[in-house]
């Protein structure tokens, strides 16, 4: 075998080890030398040896059997790994199952996932107060900060909602926080959840101004249980 020839093995030759393991190997609390024996272990895995002893694996790496029969230790005792049996003629057949090690960069990127959507939705409730200032062209009073956190927080309105109704408020020449929380009321009365629906629904709605409605079936519909305050009229 030639130079070309080796070469062009060792380019033909591989193994499939996860680009995720690679990139977050030590967000999962794993160090360079684990991460060499878990590709060890999977290098072996697809090879079909299911459990190679420490021998085996520190064979190719630069570490001694003791060291790696301790590495595999720890990895069996701090679940990433465990040992797997099964029976074939009656006999035991032992393997390494390496499921562990993939739930936990499933849970990894199930929890970042889930820490990246709440760190987006405490910027937009934080955005939420300035866009709410902007429009009223002064800071919000201790109780529109509190209406505010309850259309959010007890209401469970989506923010890009209360943006919509705000909006809608302005639209309507009626810029006041009992306008904006009946405009809510009637939206999530009538299923609306999408700011789509929204526009819909607020597009029917002033084409249908025109139509008198009497200001007693209006206040029957509206029995929001929310104490309103001077202030709310100036």
């Not at 701090?78 to 499921?99: C, M, P, T, V, W």
């Not at 760190?119 to 955005?127: A, G, T, V």
């Amino acid at each position: 075998m030639n130079k070309d020839q080796f070469i062009m093995m060792q380019e033909s030759g591989s193994i499939l080890v996860p680009t995720a393991l690679l990139s977050y190997y030590s967000k999962l609390g794993l160090n360079e030398e684990e991460l060499i024996l878990l590709i060890q272990v999977i290098k072996y895995k697809q090879q079909g040896n299911h459990f190679p002893t420490p021998n085996e694996l520190s064979e190719h790496m630069s570490i001694s059997v003791a060291t790696c029969t301790t590495l595999l230790r720890s990895l069996l005792q701090r679940g990433f790994i465990f040992i797997e049996e099964s029976k074939q003629n009656a006999i035991l057949h032992e393997s390494y199952s390496l499921n562990p090690l993939w739930e936990k960069l499933y849970l990894f990127f199930e929890n970042s996932y889930e820490k990246e959507k709440q760190d987006e939705q405490k910027e937009e409730e934080q955005n939420l107060y300035t866009i709410f200032e902007q429009e009223f062209g002064r800071p919000l009073s201790p109780f529109e900060c509190e209406s505010l956190a309850m259309w959010i927080d007890q209401d469970d309105y989506d923010p890009i909602i209360i943006k919509a109704a705000l909006r809608e408020a302005v639209i309507s020449g009626k810029l006041n926080f009992r306008y904006i929380d009946r405009i809510l009321f009637e939206w999530k009365k009538n299923g609306i959840r999408t700011i789509e629906q929204a526009r819909t629904y607020s597009k029917k709605f002033r084409q249908n101004q025109s139509r008198p409605v009497k200001q007693t079936e209006a206040d029957e519909k509206y029995e929001r249980k929310v104490p309103f305050y001077n202030w709310l009229k100036n």
